[in-house]
């Protein structure tokens, strides 16, 4: 009988996801690499996926349920797994995804190799059956904290979204997930980056994110946007600004820049697609922009396309 310690805590959170869960568990459990402890925290759920996880449970020893009597969010669910985690590795996992066999041994061969503190690999976005790449790239980076972290901001390889990624577990020593949010990522992954010497990614397409009209971040990819989770996000980035700005000042102007940019962006959708609702969102953003017009007009990271945007929609009548 093998008693070797598992190595990687791999958690999923899940709520009333019967139609999805069963695939995204056998993904898990089909890996290559099998050296690695399953804890499913079944957040209250009310459709049976109780009694999916229990079965699955059943018929693995490797994994282990954690029944919480009612449901709390996906936060409380993560922070519970990451609570329970035995292993110094953790890789957080959703429960409407699913992954491909050799994920866990890429990510786990990264981390080993470069003594990484997050190793992430590339993927595909899937959006009524049609799969798309998202960060995929032939190409190795080995990056310390300040490029890790300007990579998260710049999104060109990688976002911040946990699934993907293989986590140092001390990163998380001081850090949990922010509950009683709608958006639980944008609070608290900036902060493991912070704490992160050494950032490995590599595009190798191993992990697919199902999009679907019940995802919380939908409004990505059906243009939608609601003024509720646009004020988490503005407040979201505001916090994000001030912290890494304080904890890692050579990232400041990117940092600031990357604010801004999100203000941009989504004053061109709420224009775009005629989003009435999102006027008081659309106002407090306009203010910041005009408030902070030359920084932005003047930083390196600005584009000629936000440049276009602040010219027509924000400081018209200025005099550069």
Known sequence: MDLKKPEISVIMSTYNRKDFLPRSIESILAQTYDN???ILVNNGSTDGSDILCKEYSMKDSRIRVINIAENRGASAGKNRGIDAALCDYITIVDDDDYCEPEMLEFLWGLTNKYNADISICGSWYEFNGIRRPKYILDELFVLN???GIEEMLKREKYNISPPTKLFRRALFKDIRFK???LVDDIHVIYKIFAEAETVVFH???LYTFVRHSSNMTSFNHMNELSPKILD?????FNERTAYLSKKIPEIKDRVRYSEW???ISMCGKIIKYGLDECEKQYAYMIRRLRENH?????????????KEFMQKYVTENFEW
Not at 232 to 236: G, I, K, M, V
Not at 294 to 306: A, D, G, L, Q
């Open 145 to 147: 904290k300040v490029r």
């Open 36 to 38: 690695f402890e399953f």
């Open 261 to 263: 940019s999100y203000m």
């Open 203 to 205: 595009g190798k397409p």
């Open 294 to 306: 030359e920084e932005i007009w003047n930083s390196p990271f600005t584009t000629e396309k936000e």
């Open 232 to 236: 988490e996000y503005l407040s979201a």
């Open 179 to 181: 509950e009683n949010v």
